[in-house]
């Protein structure tokens, strides 16, 4: 197994040009995972396996909560209070402050890091992205696409902001590019649209662009076939 991870551009002040490795964890295990990794047949069963942990995590909370640190080979946690004070002589208040833990790795965690196996594999940019293209139903039976028709796309991260001129629906053609203003619905899977009067008969690119959420600019996700216009 390896630890999969792939190199971003850091998003930090002063970190222009800098990138930084987001690993990407293949699974998380929850406490029904790690019982069965201890379940030894002929061994350690899953049932007396559960009970020891719980002993142990019971253990924990009667230590913390008399307000004590604990320090293994596993990890240390220690308590600490949230919240300004104002002045050397103000008190703890729940309205103002909170007890809260910090925890570290122990020496074995430690030592384990240096054992694991790294692999860098593709950064999935976060960005539109068009599934498929269709005409809506037309009383006279018409399969081809004409300028005015009312269609719709599919996907993945199609919303986009209709104000914005520089997102939305873009037919392109030849270095051509004619935006889509009817909009009759717009929403992360589905965009349904009315094809620009101004389309000439041509065979079309189309874009969705859009300033996907928690990212800074407005990236471009494509039909994968040409959409012909009559």
């Not at 696409?145 to 053609?173: I, M, T, W, Y």
């Amino acid at each position: 197994m390896h630890l999969d991870y792939s190199i971003v551009e850091s998003s930090l002040k002063g970190a222009a040009g800098r990138h930084v490795a987001v690993p990407k964890v293949s699974r998380v295990y929850r406490m029904k995972d790690l019982l069965d990794v201890m379940a030894v047949p002929g061994g350690v069963t899953r049932v007396q396996a559960a009970a020891v942990i719980e002993a142990f995590a019971e253990a924990h909370e009667a230590v913390l909560a008399s307000g004590a640190s604990i320090c293994t080979e596993l990890y240390r946690i220690a308590p600490v209070i949230e919240g300004l004070f104002n002045g050397s002589n103000d008190k703890f208040d729940p309205a103002r402050h909170c007890v809260s833990f910090r925890a570290q790795p122990g020496s074995r965690i430690r030592r384990i890091a240096a054992s694991v196996t790294t692999r860098r594999v593709a950064c999935k940019v976060r960005a539109p992205e068009v599934h498929s293209f269709c005409l809506m139903p037309r009383n006279d039976g018409e399969t081809t696409a004409h300028a005015g028709d009312a269609a719709q796309l599919e996907g993945k991260l199609l919303r986009f902001d209709p104000a914005d001129e520089d997102q939305g629906v873009f037919f392109v053609s030849k270095g051509v590019c004619t935006r889509v203003t009817g909009y009759l619905l717009t929403s992360r899977s589905r965009i349904l649209f009315l094809l620009p009067e101004a389309l000439a008969p041509a065979s079309y690119r189309v874009e969705v662009r859009a300033m996907v959420y928690r990212t800074s600019c407005i990236r471009t996700g494509a039909l994968t076939d040409p959409v012909k216009v009559q």
